[in-house]
C-alpha cells in the first residue's frame, strides 16, 4: 500500500520566492495534517483538515503561511514570501478516524532551505 | 498546556541488550493517547507504538514495548535484543482524546532521544 505521498523531497529558494509544498493522504485517511521541524523547535503542527475542512491553523507561523485541501487525496502548503528562517523539514501525514487510537503516518517529509 | 518530556538527550546501548527511552507527560485530560516514533538519519517518522490512557495493558509490538506508568504520568519506550538498524532519533508524542469524532487530532512532540546502538 501507498503511504503518505509528499513532493518536492529537496526544495532549495531564494528569500521572497513562493514555495508551494504538497502532499498526498493515504487512500481513505480523512485527518490530514502539517508538521514543521526544525532543530531549534523541534516537531510542531501547522494545521490539519478533517475530511478536507481546516480544523485548526493556530501553529501556522503568520500570514505567508497557507494551506488548502481541495479533495481528498491532495493538500498543499504555501509560503509566499519565503524567508531564511523557514527553512526546515516540513512533514505531511495523514490518519483515520477510529473509536480509540488512530495513528498518524508520515510522509518522508520535504527539506526546504530558503537562501 | 499539555507537555512531553524527554530527558535523555542521547543513549548508547550494546547490541542485542535490552533500552529504555524515558517519556512523561503532563495533561488535564483524562482521556489522551501516547505514541512513540522512529527517525533514522534518512529523515523519515516511523510509527512504532501506541497507548490509550485507558488501556489497561501495556502496549506490545514485536521488540517495542511501553511501559506506561498512569499515575506517574510515563510511558518509556523499552526496546528489547537492541539492533544496529535502532540507532536513531527517538520521539514520543501524545495527542488529546482517544480518538473518533471527538478527538482534535493534535500531536505534542517531545525534543526526542538519539539512541546509539553499539555493535
Known amino acids: 500500500d501507498a503511504g503518505v505521498i509528499q513532493s518536492p523531497r529537496h526544495e532549495v529558494t531564494e528569500m521572497g520566492q513562493e514555495v508551494t509544498l504538497r502532499c498526498k493522504p493515504i487512500s481513505g485517511h480523512d485527518y490530514l495534517f502539517w508538521y514543521r521541524q526544525t532543530m531549534m523547535r523541534g516537531l510542531e503542527l501547522l494545521i490539519y483538515f478533517n475530511n478536507n475542512v481546516p480544523i485548526d491553523d493556530s501553529g501556522m507561523p503568520e500570514d505567508r503561511f497557507s494551506a488548502k485541501m481541495p479533495n481528498a487525496s491532495f493538500s498543499t502548503l504555501k509560503i509566499q514570501p519565503s524567508e531564511p528562517r523557514d527553512s526546515a523539514v516540513y512533514f505531511c501525514?495523514?490518519?483515520?478516524?477510529?473509536?480509540?487510537?488512530?495513528?498518524?503516518?508520515f510522509g518522508p517529509g520535504t527539506r526546504l532551505l530558503v537562501l | 498546556a499539555q507537555k512531553i518530556t524527554q530527558t535523555q538527550p542521547g543513549m548508547f546501548v550494546q547490541e542485542k541488550e535490552a533500552v529504555t527511552l524515558d517519556c512523561t507527560y503532563d495533561?488535564?485530560?483524562?482521556?489522551?493517547?501516547l505514541f512513540w516514533y522512529k527517525q533514522p538519519s534518512s529523515g523519515e517518522m516511523i510509527f512504532l507504538i501506541y497507548?490509550?490512557?485507558?488501556?489497561?495493558q501495556n502496549a506490545t509490538e514485536g521488540r517495542y514495548s511501553l511501559n506506561f506508568q498512569k499515575a506517574r504520568k510515563s510511558a518509556n519506550l523499552v526496546i528489547s535484543a537492541s539492533q544496529l538498524g535502532d540507532s536513531a532519533m527517538y520521539f514520543c508524542?501524545?495527542?488529546?482524546?482517544?480518538?473518533?469524532?471527538?478527538?482534535?487530532?493534535?500531536?505534542?512532540f517531545g525534543q526526542g532521544t538519539t539512541l546509539q546502538v553499539k555493535p
Open positions: 501525514a495523514s490518519s483515520i478516524a477510529r473509536p480509540f487510537g488512530e495513528t498518524q503516518y
Open positions: 508524542a501524545m495527542r488529546e482524546g482517544q480518538g473518533g469524532s471527538s478527538n482534535t487530532g493534535k500531536l505534542i
Open positions: 497507548q490509550g490512557s485507558y488501556d489497561e
Open positions: 495533561t488535564s485530560d483524562q482521556s489522551y493517547g
